[in-house]
């Protein structure tokens, strides 16, 4: 038998998430200067600091660095070294440092770091405060990592912090400060909005939740979409480029109901990706995305499911959102897929369903992918998500391998259930018949409208009156039509239990938009 090897694209290498619990987790701004004259490996996006309930004695920093660490970046001989500066009385000056080892990193483990103190004026290096600084060399993580004993320093509730970075120390040269001045921390005991996903296995109440967005019937899927140029630009303004250490990886903009902590906290968007392009972060939990029009901005890796190598990413920043509930898509359906393959942002494929296991919810396409593909959207004819590009078998172009959008029920979303992800029927256009032309004009009779003469209950009438939609009405068990909107253009008539417009459970039904929905038990 031959061997058959698939290829993730995105973050290659694993990390598993701490056991422990962030008390308090918060970032810097990002850097927003770069000296010409720096190196690639000195230079710093932010910094991180927090908490955690492993170590509650301990204060954490984090230097976020452009590129992976290596083993001798600071232990060249050169005196290269990188470090923390705090601000502990606020005047805008350095009181202490913690710095790098001159030792190089190995795997990931920790090692004393150096305590520097300024206090006096003078820098005195102090063998009474153990710092211990660490990496992730086997993950190619691009951070260091700082703990210092909360009984070293007084700190009080606010601490200035700054990061810096020096190739050659001495020369005035390639060297970085990130953020460009201190940044102000507010010393927290307590959990903080950033913190409200520290495991795979999110608190349901603070999980983003489905709605009922979405279309119950495509016509006729197999076909080009009408006009490729607008659906594609459409698309591309709901994807991202996902930035996680050394991982690089797509992502989109999924609509759905953000929680009312998710939304006080300042979030306003939810991006789907692939488990395996931030599997790196799960730890540090904050990322960087690239928007369509080339902006970068941070995000917040809230939940991941590993199993389904899926994942859901946090921001602040508005996007457009994707729908991604409708018919499950077939073979020979027509596909298409945007990313960042190689980097290069918003690049469209276009290709066919190759297969579809609507049990698994996985499949293939024939729509190219590439490395920077990884979670990216696939979509129909329409423009609604069907998947996310993943990964692709080796040797095998035109074989590349989808996750469902059902998989993300459960960790990554809250969902009735995941048969209302993949519903609805496919619809095709009926081919006119010709006909002899006519030598005389035709005298057109108004077909008179139906008129519905259902037994409606009290609370269905109330809701068509008042356009109440979404709405949940008891129901008897018994046959009863429900004209949602009686004087709409749209006329709908819904047979099925997952049609968009109505949901039916033994003693509900969820009227969802304007049609007609018949409820048969």
């Known amino acids: 038998m031959i061997p058959i090897f698939i290829v993730l694209f995105g973050s290659l290498v694993s990390t598993s998430a701490s056991a422990a619990t962030w008390l308090q987790y918060v970032s810097s701004p990002l850097d927003s200067y770069n000296r010409p004259d720096l190196q690639s490996n000195y230079d710093i996006t932010q910094v991180d600091f927090g908490l955690t309930d492993s170590d509650p004695n301990s204060y954490r920093f984090f230097l976020d660095f452009a590129v992976p660490m290596t083993a001798s970046r600071f232990s060249d001989g050169l005196a290269s070294w990188a470090g923390i500066l705090l601000?502990?009385?606020?005047?805008?000056?350095?009181?202490?440092r913690l710095e790098t080892p001159s030792t190089p990193y190995s795997g990931a483990t920790f090692q004393d770091g150096v305590f520097v103190s300024l206090a006096s004026g003078s820098p005195i290096i102090s063998s009474t405060c153990k710092v211990r600084t660490f990496t992730n060399l086997d993950a190619n993580a691009a951070?260091?990592?700082f703990t210092l004993p909360k009984t070293c320093i007084s700190i009080g509730s606010i601490l200035g912090v700054d990061g810096f970075s020096d190739w050659i120390a001495?020369?005035?040269?390639?060297?970085?400060?990130?953020?460009?001045?201190?940044?102000?921390?507010?010393?927290?005991?307590?959990?903080?909005?950033?913190?409200?996903?520290?495991?795979?296995?999110?608190?349901?109440?603070?999980?983003?939740?489905?709605?009922?967005?979405?279309?119950?019937?495509?016509?006729?899927p197999s076909t080009s979409p009408a006009d490729l140029v607008s659906l594609s630009s459409s698309v591309a303004a709901s994807v991202v480029t996902v930035l996680c250490g050394s991982g690089l990886g797509s992502g989109w903009a999924i609509n759905a109901d953000l929680s009312s902590s998710n939304i006080a906290s300042g979030y306003k968007s939810y991006i789907i990706t692939n488990h395996h392009v931030i599997a790196d972060c799960v730890v540090n939990r904050n990322i960087s995305i690239i928007l369509a029009d080339q902006t970068k901005v941070s995000a917040f890796v809230f939940s991941w499911d590993e199993a389904n190598d899926v994942a859901g990413v946090l921001t602040s920043t508005s996007i457009k959102p994707l729908n991604w509930r409708g018919p499950p898509p077939q073979q020979g359906w027509w596909s298409g897929i945007i990313g960042s393959p190689l980097g290069i942002p918003g690049v469209l494929t276009t290709g066919i369903i190759s297969s579809v296991d609507q049990v698994k919810f996985v499949g293939t396409t024939t729509s190219p992918i590439n490395h920077g593909n990884s979670g990216g959207p696939v979509f129909d004819r329409t423009g609604r998500v069907i998947g996310l590009a993943t990964a692709k078998y080796v040797d095998s172009e035109g074989f590349g391998i989808f996750q469902g959008t059902p998989l993300l029920c459960g960790k990554i979303l809250v969902?009735?259930?995941?048969?209302?992800?993949?519903?609805?029927?496919?619809?095709?256009?009926?081919?006119?018949?010709?006909?002899?032309?006519?030598?005389?004009t035709p005298i057109v009779t108004p077909t008179p409208k139906p008129t519905l003469t259902p037994t409606i209950n009290s609370k269905a009438k109330q809701i068509i009156t008042d356009w109440n939609l979404p709405e949940k009405v008891s129901i008897s068990k018994s046959k009863i039509p429900f004209d949602v909107s009686a004087s709409s253009d749209l006329q709908v008539t819904a047979i099925s239990k997952t049609e968009s417009i109505c949901l039916v459970t033994d003693q509900e039904l969820i009227l969802v938009s304007a049609g007609r929905c018949y409820c048969g038990f």
Not at 415 to 435: A, E, K, L
């Open 143 to 145: 951070w260091i990592g």
């Open 415 to 440: 969902c009735i259930s995941r048969d209302q992800i993949w519903f609805g029927s496919v619809t095709s256009s009926p081919t006119p018949t010709p006909s002899a032309p006519s030598t005389t």
């Open 87 to 96: 601000d502990t009385n606020l005047d805008g000056k350095t009181d202490y």
């Open 170 to 220: 001495g020369d005035d040269k390639s060297f970085d400060f990130a953020p460009d001045t201190f940044w102000n921390v507010s010393i927290s005991t307590g959990s903080t909005p950033n913190t409200s996903a520290v495991t795979s296995s999110n608190n349901q109440e603070e999980t983003p939740t489905q709605n009922f967005l979405g279309n119950a019937s495509i016509d006729s």
